[in-house]
């Protein structure tokens, strides 16, 4: 199976920086790739869709971009709402695999 | 707006069956695929397996032997049996829909325990 290993585990921000979160494929995976995003309580929200479609509803301050095995999910500007957990999956093959998570905490 | 929502025990006796179900409203199961994911702080979020309305379903290699996915187009809902169930089992319990393979609507999960 395909491993998702996001970077860094925890990322420190404050409202209005910018941040970047970093997804690799084990193996190519072309613009298979989805993000989400997952508060306390709630279940995953799906952002980004084949690598840098946003899904309805969600802000354009969220990009996503790459291809093959390097992807990067961007907010360009940290609102309060935007600090939680955030995950990729790849949708290239089954089973469909996740990254472990990125935490994205209030500096 | 589609809404999805599980159903089930939340406890579970270790070696027994898990049964959930998953209930689909504002708008057609008859449509599109449907899946089970579960989450735990060990594992992380892993996915089970999927259903399509005609029944056709592919699982997880490391659930294969133990996983049954079905669904009921007249129920518009489907579900997850899970056999022979260890406390590795214990998780949220998610069911959400395809979409561009990706999951865009999901249920809001259902904690199951596995303990005696």
């Known amino acids: 199976e395909i491993v998702m290993t996001q970077s860094p585990a925890t990322l420190s921000g404050s409202p209005g920086e910018r941040a970047t979160l970093s997804c690799r494929a084990s193996q190519n995976i072309r613009n298979s790739l989805a993000w989400y995003q997952q508060k306390p309580g709630q279940a995953p929200r799906l952002l980004i869709y084949a690598a840098s479609t946003r899904a309805t509803g969600v802000p354009a301050r969220f990009s996503g971009s790459g291809s093959g095995t390097e992807f990067t999910l961007t907010i360009s500007s940290l609102q309060s709402e935007d600090f939680a957990v955030y995950y990729c999956?790849?949708?290239?093959?089954?089973?469909?695999?996740f990254g472990q998570g990125t935490k994205l905490e209030i500096k | 707006q589609v809404h999805l929502q599980e159903s089930g025990p939340g406890l579970v006796k270790p070696s027994e069956t898990l049964s959930l179900t998953c209930t689909v409203s504002?708008?057609?199961?008859?449509?599109?695929?449907w899946s089970w994911i579960r989450q735990s702080p060990e594992k992380g979020l892993e996915w089970i397996g999927y259903v399509y309305y005609t029944g056709s379903t592919t699982y997880n290699p490391s659930l294969k032997s133990r996983v049954t996915i079905s669904v009921d187009t007249a129920k518009n809902h489907f579900s997850l049996n899970l056999t022979s169930v260890t406390a590795a089992d214990t998780a949220v319990y998610y069911c959400a829909r395809h979409f561009m393979a990706a999951f865009d609507y999901w249920g809001q999960g259902i904690h199951v325990t596995v303990s005696s």
């Open positions: 999956q790849q949708s290239t093959n089954w089973p469909r695999t």
């Open positions: 504002g708008g057609s199961i008859s449509r599109d695929y």
